[in-house]
Nanobody, 111 residues
Framework: QVQLVESGGGLVQPGGSLRLSCAAS????????MNWYRQAPGKQRELVAV???????NYADSVKGRFTISRDNAKNTVYLQMNSLKPEDTAVYYC?????WGQGTQVTVSS
């Protein structure tokens, strides 16, 4: 059994930054990618960023150049550094590993 717990969300002004964390407990193997998704009100959940075993990353076009995903395998933790935030980044952000999901953390970008 795996548990994922996100933290770091909050209210930030446009142009600001936030760093999300996802702490994983249980049987985590670094061979699988870890992912960040988000879901805005009335919209489908979308993949934001992926980090693979070797450290390679992929990003949604909408966040490229602004968001950075990283992982600490020793701590079973994945991070999402979000810079230059825009109102359209407002969403609940979820950590995902294989078929496990966290409870989500709210990010609101507003002046």
């Amino acid at each position: 059994q795996v548990q994922l717990v996100e933290s770091g969300g909050g209210l930030v002004q446009p142009g600001g930054s936030l760093r999300l964390s996802c702490a994983a407990s249980g049987s985590i193997f670094s061979i699988y990618p870890m992912n960040w998704y988000r879901q805005a009100p009335g919209k489908q959940r979308e993949l934001v960023a992926v980090i693979f075993k070797g450290g390679n990353t992929n990003y949604a076009d909408s966040v490229k150049g602004r968001f950075t995903i990283s992982r600490d395998n020793a701590k079973n933790t994945v991070y999402l550094q979000m810079n230059s935030l825009k109102p359209e980044d407002t969403a609940v952000y979820y950590c995902n590993y294989v078929h496990y999901w966290g409870q989500g953390t709210q990010v609101t970008v507003s002046s």
